[in-house]
């Protein structure tokens, strides 16, 4: 991979946008993946009884997601050098077929120090903020 240049780089230049579905399989596998098997994340009856809408996504998922969009841009993972997020709103992943999605909007907003970039994100689902305050740095080439 070829690491994202400076002179590529300016305040303002925005991410491509990406939207990634989220079905209940994918909750499965990221369960599998991560030792989260919290029942909120695959089972309607324990979410609604804890007072949530339905079966949500794991909050460190849908952080990864948006990381990736970063990542992607970067042209290497290895740029992701700070990554700050609040979780803001659940991803809901409804068991009809088509499950979820998650939307993902970035735009450099500062250049730090010459070689870094500040990446302020936003990150939806359903219209709804479900990550606040997300920001990136990225070292660039």
């Known amino acids: 991979m070829s690491r994202l240049s400076v002179a590529d780089v300016e305040v303002g230049t925005e991410l491509p946008e990406r939207v990634f579905p989220v079905t209940r399989a994918d909750l499965v596998r990221y369960a599998g993946a ?11 009856r324990v ?8 079966v949500i996504a ?3 998922f849908t ?3 948006a990381s990736r969009v970063v990542t992607d841009w970067a042209g290497d ?13 659940p991803v809901l992943v409804p068991d009809d077929g088509v499950g979820g ?15 870094r970039a500040r990446v302020d994100l936003t990150v939806t689902s359903r219209g709804d ?13």
């Open 101 to 115: 999605e998650v939307t993902v909007r970035g735009r450099v907003a500062a250049l730090l120090d010459g070689d």
């Open 129 to 141: 903020k479900v990550l606040s305050l997300a920001r990136a740095i990225v070292a660039l080439a």
């Open 77 to 89: 993972p290895g740029a992701l050098v700070e990554y700050h997020v609040r979780f803001g709103r």
């Open 34 to 44: 991560s030792g989260d098997f919290n029942p909120i994340h695959w089972n309607e």
């Open 58 to 60: 794991h909050g460190m």
């Open 47 to 54: 979410a609604t009884e804890v007072g949530l809408p339905g």
């Open 63 to 65: 952080m990864a997601l």
